[in-house]
C-alpha cells in the first residue's frame, strides 16, 4: 500500500485535486482509499435515524451495514485527535491511500500551494514535503529543488505518484502500535 498526504492551508484546493486524483488513479487500475482530517464537529448521520438512535442511546460504536457500503461510526469517550497512522490501519488492503489535510503528519506529502491565498508554504520547515502543487511556482517564497507540479494538471500528480510509488510504500513507524513489544512491531 502506498500512502501520500496533501496539504496546505484551507482554500488551497485540496479537496478538489484529491478528487481528481482518486478519479484518475481509479481509472488507472488502482484501488484508491482516502482519509480526510476534518477541523470541526461533523456528523454522518441525522436525528431519528435508528443509528442516531443508538449513539444517543449510548453506543461507543454503530456499524451500519447493507449490500452496498459500510460504515462504522465512533464516539470517543473523551475528545482526542486520533493520529494518521492509526486511522490508516483501520483501512481495507487498497493501492494507493490519500491523505488530505494532516498537515503536520510524518509522511510524505504533496503540498498544495497558490500565492493568491496569502498562507505561507510549508516545504521550507517540513522535510516531509515530497512535491509542491502549486499554480504559481515563480511565486513560492524560497528556491527548492522540489519537483514542482502544475495544480491545474491533476494528470501530472498522477503521473508524480505513479513514477514515484516506491517512494510512497507504507511502513508505519513504530510507535504506530502502542503497547506492542519489539518483537510484535511490522518488519
Known amino acids: ?36 482530517h476534518a477541523h470541526h464537529t461533523f456528523d454522518i448521520d441525522h436525528p431519528g435515524k435508528d443509528s442516531w438512535r443508538h449513539r444517543e442511546a449510548g453506543a461507543g460504536e454503530v456499524l451500519i451495514a447493507s449490500n452496498q457500503r459500510l460504515a462504522l461510526i465512533r464516539e470517543y469517550e473523551q475528545p482526542r485527535e486520533p493520529g ?6 483501520e483501512l481495507s488492503p487498497c493501492d494507493w491511500v490519500l491523505v488530505e489535510g494532516f498537515k503536520h503528519a510524518d509522511l510524505l506529502k504533496i503540498e498544495i500551494w497558490r500565492a493568491e491565498t496569502g498562507k505561507p ?67
Open 1 to 36: 500500500m502506498k500512502v501520500v498526504g496533501f496539504s496546505g492551508y484551507s482554500g488551497a484546493g485540496k479537496t478538489t485535486l484529491v478528487e481528481q486524483v482518486v478519479t484518475r488513479l481509479r481509472l488507472a487500475g488502482q484501488r484508491v482509499s482516502v482519509i480526510k
Open 84 to 89: 494518521v497512522h492509526e486511522l490508516i490501519k
Open 121 to 187: 508554504a510549508q516545504y521550507p520547515g517540513d522535510p516531509f514535503i515530497a512535491a509542491i502543487a502549486t499554480d504559481s511556482p515563480d511565486r513560492l517564497p524560497q528556491p527548492t529543488g522540489l519537483p514542482l507540479i502544475d495544480l491545474n494538471d491533476p494528470d501530472a500528480v498522477v503521473e508524480y505518484l505513479l513514477a514515484n510509488a516506491s517512494r510512497h510504500e507504507y511502513s508505519p513507524p513504530f510507535d504506530a502500535f502502542p503497547g506492542a513489544s519489539a518483537a510484535a512491531q511490522p518488519a
